[in-house]
């Protein structure tokens, strides 16, 4: 095929983008970008400038097919290697939506722009920057004044899609740009009602039933239930089609969401329901049975809605007495079937959601967001994540957690289908082998899970020829930076695809750190990128994200797209922003609005200028990339993503007769508690265990009823399986003033403890597997 030379200004005309950059010299990565049809995105601000060389650069020809094609160099002193190449339309084409689509938004009065886009293709091959790399990811935003006790604030050179009419409504709306009616939106598995098994493959739901089915349930809601603009509503379940349904029929009436974890027992339900004296809870009937338990202790709580049909006579008859109705929910979506009610949508400074998180001591604090707030986190992740119409997404991870929301708003206007796992986490991967997905999000713990099997796989075939040549072709990808290497992925990565369902194109983790073994195991392996992104419920599940581009690395990316941060003075712990390290600080339109009803603790991390105080150390790299290298609050999470309070957890802990003082710790990389304990001397030297420091059997049998002890009152106290100690570490040596372990007031220091029994903890965990 022939083709003739362009110019790169030329190419950047006809894609009508301004996002041609490259960096020269010293192994920098050149990569042309046209930011509306690009499959990478530009995700770097490259330091220096500069034309393009005779040396190397950025490769531009422009096909007869109409393409335009891209290959980078790497330079090495004076000499260019091409390395990579990929193409993209030179000038866009518009989706025509069918009428089909047309009559949609007619019926239910939606209207929207129809300027549509291709879906982007994926490189088939990609390298990653080097890590002695000067490529610069984020920049210094110099706009923004600098503050004493503050570094500069920094970005990410992207545009983000977020306009400020937006909302969690038109997220839904804007698919229609994109999927006529006719394309599978939600997917489910049938299951066996009494094994909880499932028992066949993936039923789908399309955009235009999804829309009747919406529709018909907001107007049932709000004529059989009598809920107003802003009321909250509860939806108490697993991630399933159900509850997608709830929250987006409160979309189209801009009813308030409070979402509750289908964990959560009877001692941590009432807080949460009297706290938004909420009236409304659409719940499974696993959940019913819980509700009920809670009534004595919720007098707002007048309406449950189970999602099943087959509604319990005697839990009927039961909430009946206490002035409780249980419906059936579709029974709720009958009445509006007959009944259709126009949509009222919400405004972008509408409440979306109240959000509870764990608080320092334990008691959940409700995280208030907006629209506004909602929407700008999932159009700052778009540009990172790239989805698009041809997109599969698993869903398994709890829908009350923020990120996994703001990941299903972003499949749905960008025509993605999502399939939802059948409930039994055990097994998570038939669910992903039948579905095949593309995107997979998983929390460090899955993926180390994962990673522990397909290791034994290796090793299992007891070839040592055929374990040494794997780990030496990983090695070599690794070294030469790609993710697809035709020889080695034919000979031996390409045979664990199946079990990720055969077709992902990228992985993104979080909620916990991962670390870089796993990381770069998975990348790979299965010859995709891993982005890492670094979320938090009050910044509406978005902070900074790694992509493609960025070299492997202990970092959580950048800022995203839209957001600035910067890193704050912490003199306690001799963090100074100077030096690059300190809290991270973030300002943007994802930040939320307060902690309701706690006033409080909202202007404690909420200053007047809008930075919200996240509480974690970060430090910035050379390359402009993020890493979180400490905490500056108690509340730390385990590598399943489970927030742990460790004041709570000691103070339950206390009670125990056998307990003098106690420090609980964790490490993110792990997925249990262990604690360093001193015995009560009072109560030891009475026992049988006097002579624990001295003689080993006792120790350690001193140590088995301590643990036992603490465990029953963990049971007594509720706990959760994750906030439970699995191992203690017994001391003589108490917590003082005088060895600086304790403030005057008796506090423990946290940091000191820590770095104190710091050999102690890192035995405990090297003792012993994790914990399931």
């Given amino acids: 095929m022939s083709e003739r030379q362009v110019s790169v200004s030329q190419m950047v005309t006809s894609c009508s983008s301004d996002g041609a950059r490259q960096t020269r010299r010293q192994r920098r990565c050149c990569v042309g970008v046209c930011e509306q049809c690009t499959e990478l995105g530009l995700l770097a601000h490259f330091n220096g400038g500069g034309s393009f060389g005779e040396e190397g650069g950025l490769h531009a020809t422009q096909l007869r097919n109409g393409h335009v094609n891209l290959s980078f160099d790497i330079f090495a002193g004076t000499t260019a290697r091409r390395t990579g190449s990929w193409s993209s339309p030179a000038h866009h084409s518009h989706f025509v939506p069918r009428s089909s689509t047309m009559q949609i938004l007619h019926r239910s009065s939606r209207i929207g722009s129809f300027v549509g886009r291709l879906a982007p293709r994926w490189l088939r091959s990609l390298s990653i920057p080097s890590s002695g790399s000067t490529v610069s990811f984020s920049h210094e935003l110099q706009s923004e004044p600098r503050v004493a006790g503050r570094g500069p604030a920094r970005v990410c050179p992207v545009e983000t899609p977020y306009r400020p009419h937006m909302t969690l409504y038109t997220n839904l709306l804007d698919r229609a740009k994109v999927d006529d009616g006719s394309r599978p939106m939600f997917g489910s598995r049938p299951v066996d009602p009494t094994t909880g098994a499932a028992t066949g493959d993936y ?6 039933e999804f829309l009747d089915h919406v529709d018909e349930t907001a107007s049932g809601m709000k004529l059989a239930l009598g809920l107003r603009r802003q009321d909250t509503v509860g939806v108490f379940s697993r991630s ?5 349904l709830v929250e987006q029929s409160c979309n189209r009436m801009a009813f308030t969401l409070v979402p509750l974890y289908d964990t959560l027992g009877p001692s941590s339900v009432p807080y949460i329901l009297n706290h938004t004296e909420m009236k ?10 819980t509700l009920l338990h809670c009534l004595p202790e919720c007098p707002h709580l007048k309406t449950i809605v ?10 009927v008859a039961e909430a009946n007495e206490r002035g409780v109705k249980i419906w059936a929910l579709e029974d709720v979506v009958k009445i509006g079937r007959v009944h259709p009610a126009d949509a009222d949508p919400p405004k972008p400074d509408d409440l979306s959601t109240i959000c509870y998180t764990s608080g320092t001591t334990g008691t959940p604090k409700g995280v208030l967001v907006t629209h506004a707030n909602f929407v700008s986190a999932v159009n700052a992740y778009r540009p990172m994540i790239k989805a698009n119409r041809d997109d599969v997404y698993f869903s398994f991870l709890p829908l009350p957690h923020v990120a996994e929301r703001f990941l299903h708003a972003m499949m749905i206007t960008e025509g993605a289908a999502i399939g939802f796992y059948h ?7 038939d669910d992903v082998q039948k579905l095949h997905p593309t995107v997979f999000v998983a929390v460090p713990r899955l993926m180390n899970r994962i990673f522990d099997q397909l290791k034994h796989k290796v090793t299992a075939t007891g070839d040592a020829k055929h374990v040494e040549y794997f780990y030496q072709a990983l090695d070599e990808k690794k070294r030469l930076n790609m993710l697809k290497h035709d020889q080695y992925d034919a000979e031996l990565f390409d045979g664990f695809k199946p079990v990720l369902g055969g077709r992902v194109r990228q992985i993104l983790t979080g909620a916990a750190p991962i670390t870089s073994e796993v990381k770069e195991f998975f990348q790979y392996v299965f010859g995709v990128p891993v982005l890492e992104a670094y979320g938090i419920t009050e910044a509406s599940g978005g902070v900074a994200c790694s992509s493609a581009l960025m070299p492997q690395g202990p970092h959580v990316g950048v800022p995203l797209p839209g957001l600035a941060i910067c890193l704050g003075d912490v003199p306690e712990m001799n963090y100074s922003s100077d030096e690059g390290y300190g809290e991270v600080l973030m300002k943007g339109p994802n930040v939320f609005s307060g902690y309701y009803k706690q006033p409080e603790l909202t202007q404690e991390v909420l200053d007047e200028d809008g930075w919200y105080a996240t509480g974690d150390i970060g430090r910035w790299n050379p390359d402009g990339t993020l890493s979180i290298v400490d905490r500056k609050k108690h509340i730390f999470k385990l590598s399943q993503g489970e927030h742990v309070a460790p004041e709570k957890i000691e103070g339950v802990y206390q009670k125990s007769s056998f307990v003098g003082q106690v420090f609980v710790d964790g490490d993110s990389l792990q997925n249990y508690l262990v604690a360093v304990v001193v015995p009560d001397p009072d109560v030891v030297k009475h026992s049988t265990f006097k002579n624990w420091e001295t003689d080993y059997e006792q120790r350690r049998e001193l140590e088995k009823v301590v643990l036992a002890d603490m465990d029953a009152l963990a049971h007594a106290d509720g ?6 100690v ?5 001391t003589s040596e108490a917590f003082t003033v ?17 770095q104190y029994f710091a050999d102690e903890v890192k035995t405990l965990y090297d003792a012993g597997s994790k914990y399931e």
């Fill in 203 to 208: 039923e789908w739901k399309t955009f235009a």
């Fill in 240 to 244: 399933q089609y159900e509850w997608t």
């Fill in 280 to 289: 409304v809870v659409f719940c499974a009937k696993e959940q019913t049975t």
């Fill in 306 to 315: 189970q999602y099943e049909s087959n509604l319990n006579e005697q839990q």
């Fill in 423 to 429: 409930g039994k986490v055990a097994q998570i991967l």
């Fill in 719 to 724: 706990l959760h399986g994750f906030e439970r």
């Fill in 726 to 730: 699995k191992k203690i570490h017994l």
């Fill in 738 to 754: 005088e060895n600086d372990l304790v403030t005057p007031t008796l506090k423990p220091k946290r940091a000191k403890l820590a």
